[in-house]
C-alpha cells in the first residue's frame, strides 16, 4: 500500500512539473500574483526557463492540479480587470499609480492525505516556504516609508525575486508626501545599505522581468529621483528598446509617461522614437478611448504632427464612446500634447456642458487653464462654468475661487455673477484675503474691468484696507502690481502710492540688473498717466520721473479708413493715427461744430470755435471681454482719459466691424458719428 501511495505521490509531482512548465494557467497565475493583471507570457521567460525558475517565488510555482477533496484555485478576475481599468485611469491623472497585488488563494492538501510522516514533515515544509512570500506581501503592505521596504528585503532571503515590487511600493509611499518630505525620505532611502542591493538585483533581472514589472520599475526608479545618468536607469531604458515589442498598450503608456519627465539622452531618445513608431502601428488596432487617451498623455507634444493627427482621427472615429471623465480629461491632454483639435474640443464641451452639474473644481479648473493653453475660445462653456461656478460658490474657499477668477481672466471671459458673489463677499470680510490673493483678484478685476454696480466703493475700500495691512511686508513688484490695478479702475490707494512713489522703491523696479523692466516701465508709466489725467485728491511727488516710453507701431485700418471716406466723402475731414497725451494715440479723428452738427476740416479750426472733438478707437477681440463687448481694463482707462480731454469716444469693435457688408458700416459709422442723442449729451 506505501508502495503504490509512494508511486501515486510521485507521478502527481511530475504532473505538477509538468504543469508549471507547460500550463498558460499557471503563468498567468504567477503574473497575477504579482502585478494584478493577465496577459501572455514574456518571450524572454522561455528563453530562460532557468532563470524563470530562480526568479519565481515558491507561491508562483504552486500547482493549480486539484484534488477531489480540495477547493478550486482561486483568482479574482474581476478584480484583475478592475485593476486594469484603474491604472489605465490613474495615467489621465497627474500621478500614475502604480500596479494593486492580487489575492490569490492558495490551494491545500487536506490533512492526513499523506500517509507517510516522512512525506508529512516534507509537506510541512513546504507548506512553510509557500507562506513566505505570502507573508513578504503582507508585511510589504504594512510598510509606510521606503526605509520599512528596504528593512524589510533585508530580512527576507527572497526579497531580491520581488525587488520590482519594492520599487513600486517605495514610489507609492513617496509620491504623496510634501516636497521636504521627499527630499528626507530619499536622502535615508539612499543612504540605506539595502537600497544598492536592490538596484543591483533590478539590473540583472530586468531582461527576465514581466514586462509590466520592467516598465513600472523604471518608472519607479525616475520617480524616486535616481540621476538618470547612473547605470541602473541606463540599463532599464536599454533593456525596454530591446523588448519593446512585448510591451502591452498599459506597459507603452507607462514608459511613455515616465519619459515625458526625462532629461534628453541617446537611449531616451532612441526609446521615444520606437515608441512613436510602435504607437502609429498600434493606433488602428486600439478601439479603447481610455487607452487612447493613455498614449496621448504619454507622447506628448513631441510626437510628430502625423501622429498628433492619427491619434485625432482615431478619437474622433469613437467620439460617441467618450465619456463626461474622458471629456473632461481630453482638454488637458490635448494642452499638453500641444495640439489644438477644435472638433474633439467641440464635442468634449458639448458633453461636458450636459453634465456640468457636479463636475470637480480641480477639472473644471484645469478645462479653463487648458482653453487659455489651447487658445481655445467657447462661449458656451465658458458661461456654463461661470454659471455653475456662481451656484456653488459659498462650498468653496478662498483659494479656489480666487484660483478661477484668475483662470477666468486669463481666457478674458468675464464671470459677472461669480465677481460680484465674490466682492460681496469681501467687502463683508476683508481679512480672508492672503497677500498673494490680493494681488491675483485687483489684476482679476481690474483687467476684466468689473466692480459691482451696487458696492463699487465700498470693496475697493475693502481692497485698499487689505493692501494697506500689507504694506509693511510687501515686495516692490507686487506692490507695483497692486497700486496698478488700482488705477486701472480708478482708484487711487494713499498709503500704498506714498510708498511706492519712494525714490529707493522706483529705482529698484527699474533698476539695471532687475527683471522684467520694461513691464515695470509700462506699469508706472500708466500710473503716471493716471495721476496726471484723473481727479484725484493725490499730489503727486517729484520722484516720479519715468520716461516715455517708445511710440507703438501705428495699426492702418483700411476698410474703416474706406468707409469714412465713403461717409464724409472728403480725406480732409478726418485724421488717422493722431497722437494724444501720455502715449496715446487715436485711430482717426473728427472734427465737429457742435452749433451746426457737421463735420468740419482740421483747418478750419479756430480759437472761437464750438470745437467737437470725436475720437475713434478700434478694438481688436483681445481688448474686449470674451463672448461680450465690454471692454477690458486697459481700453476701459484710455477711453476713460480720452473722455476728461475732452473727447467723445466712438468705438468700433473691430472683428465684428469686418464681418458688415459696406452699407451696414457706412449706416453704423452714421448712426455713431451724427446721432442726436451723442450730441445732445456732449453739452
Known sequence: MNKNLDCFLRTVRQLQACHYAQSPFSRTTRRAFALGVDGPKSAAHSIYPRRLLSYASPCRLQSSVRFFSQGTLSINTDSTSANEQKTADALLDDHVQGPDLMTVAPTQLPSGFLGSPKEVRSTAEEKDEENMPQQFFKDLQKCTSPSDVLDLASKFPDAPKYASNCLATMWTLTKKLSEDQKHYERR????????????????????????????????????????????????????????????????????????????????????????????????????????????????????????????????????????????????????????????????????????????????????????????????????????????VFYMWDTKQVVLFLSAFENVGFRPVDLMDAFAEKVTSDPECLSMKDLVTVLRAYSSLNHTPKSQNQEFLEALNSVLDKYLPKISDVDLLKAVYSFCILGYFPQSALKQLLVDETLHSLVAADGQNIEQNEVMLHTINACLNLDRNCFTKPAALSVKELPSTPAFSFPDVKEVLLSLLGDESLFRANVPVVHGFSLDFEILMDAEKGIVIPNAEVTDKSDIQRIAVLCAPASALCFASKHSRGRLAMRMRHLRLLGYRVILVHYQEFQKLKKDEAVEFLKGEIFSTETHLDSH
Open 188 to 391: 535615508l532611502m539612499f543612504e540605506h545599505p539595502q537600497f544598492s542591493q536592490v538596484c543591483q538585483c533590478v539590473m540583472q533581472e530586468a531582461k527576465y522581468m514581466w514586462r509590466d514589472d520592467l516598465a513600472y520599475s523604471l518608472l519607479a526608479v525616475v520617480k524616486l529621483g535616481v540621476p538618470q545618468n547612473t547605470r541602473l536607469v541606463q540599463t532599464l531604458l536599454r533593456v525596454c528598446q530591446e523588448r519593446l515589442n512585448e510591451f502591452d498598450d498599459r506597459c507603452l503608456s507607462v514608459v511613455a509617461n515616465t519619459l515625458q519627465g526625462m532629461e534628453k539622452s541617446k537611449n531616451v531618445e532612441a526609446l521615444q522614437v520606437g515608441l512613436q513608431l510602435l504607437v502609429e502601428q498600434r493606433i488602428p488596432k486600439i478601439s479603447n478611448v481610455l487607452m487612447l487617451q493613455n498614449m496621448m498623455k504619454g507622447l506628448g507634444k513631441d510626437a510628430p504632427l502625423k501622429l498628433k493627427t492619427k491619434l485625432e482621427n482615431k478619437i474622433l472615429y469613437h467620439i460617441d464612446q467618450l465619456t463626461v471623465p474622458n471629456a473632461q480629461h481630453m482638454f488637458t491632454l490635448l494642452a499638453e500634447m500641444n495640439y489644438r483639435s477644435v472638433p474633439i474640443l467641440n464635442a468634449c464641451s458639448n458633453k461636458i456642458i450636459e453634465n456640468i452639474s457636479g463636475t470637480p473644481f480641480r477639472r473644471l479648473l484645469n478645462i479653463l487653464r487648458s482653453c487659455k493653453d489651447l487658445l481655445y475660445r467657447n462661449s458656451k462653456l465658458c458661461s456654463a462654468i461661470a454659471d455653475y461656478a456662481a451656484s
